[in-house]
């Protein structure tokens, strides 16, 4: 057998060659040559390093040094998420999350740091005052004043719930610890204050914390993200004060129902400037009713005086299944006056038109 030799061709070749290869056989692709060792090394990067999870101990806590330690991985590092086991730390997992930190400050990374929510307590519903009490603290004491002894950047918080959907022993656990998070976080409490935004994590169980599903919020420009969640996980989770007085809303690849989107576009009608919408499914509500987007543009009291953007594709409901499709027909308008096309001609059931101007 003859051996195989990689051709002498261009990086930018290579690079485009390595595209086609799927996440899978990246590790393999590593092993087999010291050129496609060095070309995948900021794909191999961004695919396993970008969202971290560790456990706040002294294996997982060393384990993120190592990476930290490595500037071709720990300045692709966007999140990482600490799981607590509801213990109490010595200072020693404190120092290696300082030094963690600082590794990733001196690369110049901003981090969005997160934690796990508790699955498994005894006596819950009895103690779930005392445990999320103590859940905070730890946060606070261990994980938010390392990176501020390390002086690191930081973006988002987030709320990781992973296996959520599972946990059927204690159901509740979820709900208590996602609004306490929230009821902490919009009152500035637990040094919450420090971050940008709340991420809400719709996840399941894995070394890599980075998930499909997830609830966006952004404080300060007041915008709300919603991505690949059923009706039951995204409208129960957020606190109904977080969809009040939107800039912005998103909706992707998810469920809801007609009372929640008119209640929310409602609340921000006055100053919602940008609306995206793909991919959303109107359900039946819990007393049987059907919707209809149709309906629901035509609703005279959802007044939206200050939209600016909006973009509509694959739109769903009950009724007539895919009412308003995407992909290349997908409607995005981006000054008022296309706004105002756009909407008075879904309220009459007008799909298929042009915008001009």
Partial sequence: MTATQVPHLPNEI???????????????????????????????????????????????????????????????????????????????HRDLLVQAFQNLANVGNTISLGLRQVRKCRNYRRRHHVILRHTFRFFRENVLAAAIRARMPLGEFVADLQSSSQN???????????????????SGAMGF???????????????????????????????????????????RHLQWGYTMNLRELVLEDCDTNGSYIYRLLVASGPTIQRLSLYDVRLRTTVYGQSESWM?????????????????????????????????????????????STVLANLAAGICNFTLNG
């Avoid at 384990?63 to 010595?90: C, D, N, W």
């Avoid at 009724?319 to 006056?337: F, P, Y």
């Fill in 14 to 92: 290579l690079y485009e060659i390595v595209s086609y290869v799927s996440e899978e056989d990246v590790l393999n692709l590593r092993l087999s040559d010291k050129t496609f060792h060095s070309i995948t090394a900021d794909r191999f990067a961004v695919t396993f390093f970008e969202n971290r999870a560790y456990d706040m101990s002294i294996k997982g806590l060393e384990a993120l040094v190592k990476i930290s330690e490595q500037p071709t991985f720990a300045r692709h590092i966007k999140t990482i998420v600490i799981g607590h086991g509801g213990k109490v730390y010595p200072g020693e």
């Fill in 168 to 186: 059927r022993t204690f159901h509740s656990v979820t709900d208590d610890w996602t609004l306490s998070i929230q009821r902490y976080f919009s």
């Fill in 193 to 235: 204050n420090q971050f940008s935004g709340l991420r809400i994590k719709l996840g399941m169980t894995g070394s890599d914390s980075s998930s499909s599903g997830h609830i966006f919020v952004d404080k300060f420009d007041k915008r709300l993200e919603v991505s690949n969640a059923g009706t039951w996980a995204w409208q």
């Fill in 295 to 339: 309906s629901l543009f035509a609703e005279p009291t959802i007044s939206l005086h200050v939209l600016k953007f909006c973009k509509l594709g694959n739109l769903w409901d009950e009724t007539n299944g895919c009412w308003l499709e995407g992909g290349d027909k997908t409607i995005e308008a981006s000054t008022r006056a296309q706004v």
